[in-house]
């Protein structure tokens, strides 16, 4: 029965990724074959943020921060210089990973997001207690004020879930920077290796070996933790940790051409257990 309901949902997930790509790659030949950004030098430039209100609809958040020294070095199309770590992804007010994330969720689940916008928060934000998932891209150079170390500390344990992506060994930060974060944010607390037999990985898609995660460009092998409440496994998951990966590139670029679709599936079959997991637990 799960086998088949897997497969049902998977096909479902092809179809719509494929539609994705059909319509993006048609958008990239009016744009001259898109465009992926480069790594860019010197200046910085943090993209404006519109939040939209809450209306109660679930709405993806995106944790902003702080930038530690080589943060600034990704260009994007027409920026006048270089983003922030935390806004990777960004175009013209929009963040494509998220917005396509969306798409499949509202396509192949009951959750149906809000689909017109994506918000931007501070950790330190009173409205974040408002979002049951935030997600924060590039934590190896995030740098943490007392302030939100205590509100998103309150965050957690509160509910709130945190996905964290597309990060390694850049610059000199990488892991031990965003643990040490971390030991701040919640003092005592264990950061786990993850299986495929935990809960996250069969919540809506049944993913049973971490062979599935595709790799972009990095080349070590994925490391999946988590944080648990109260250090115990059989209690509450209050953060997923992708590290040496970058799952959300495959959203991003899913409808370029640049990645295979097979694969970007694989991101999409994770990007959409984490938000059950996030929303029902």
């Known amino acids: 029965m799960r086998t088949s309901r897997t497969l049902r949902r998977v096909t479902v997930l092809l179809t719509v990724a494929g539609v994705l790509s059909l319509a993006a790659a048609v958008s990239a030949q009016f744009r001259g074959g898109g465009n992926r950004g480069f790594f860019g030098l010197g200046g910085s430039y943090d993209p404006d943020t519109r939040n939209a209100p809450y209306d109660g609809r679930f709405t993806w958040v995106r944790l902003k921060y702080e930038v530690a020294n080589g943060g600034y070095y990704y260009r994007c199309p027409g920026c006048p210089s270089n983003l922030p770590s935390w806004a990777h992804g960004w175009e013209n007010g929009r963040y494509r990973s998220e917005d396509n994330l969306m798409k499949i969720m509202d396509a192949i689940t009951a959750v149906h997001p809000r689909m017109d916008a ?164």
């Open 118 to 281: 994506t918000n931007v928060l501070a950790m330190d934000d009173p409205e974040l207690f408002k979002y049951p998932v935030s997600f924060m891209t590039e934590a190896g150079f995030w740098q943490l004020r007392d302030s939100e170390a205590q509100s998103l500390r309150a965050y957690m344990q509160k509910g709130g879930f945190v996905i964290f992506d597309d990060f390694r060994e850049r610059s000199g930060l990488g892991w031990a920077q965003f643990e040490q974060n971390m030991k701040r944010v919640l003092p005592g607390a264990e950061i786990v290796e993850m299986t495929p037999s935990d809960p996250i990985f069969h919540c809506f898609f049944d993913i049973d070996s971490f062979d599935i995660i595709p790799q972009s460009y990095d080349r070590a092998r994925p490391y999946i933790a988590g944080i648990y409440e109260n250090n115990d496994r059989s209690k509450r998951l209050m953060a997923i940790i992708n590290y040496n990966t970058d799952v959300s590139d495959f959203w991003e670029f899913s409808g370029d051409g640049y990645l295979p679709v097979p694969d970007s599936n694989k991101a999409y079959m994770l990007g959409v257990n984490y938000v059950i997991y996030g929303l029902t637990h």
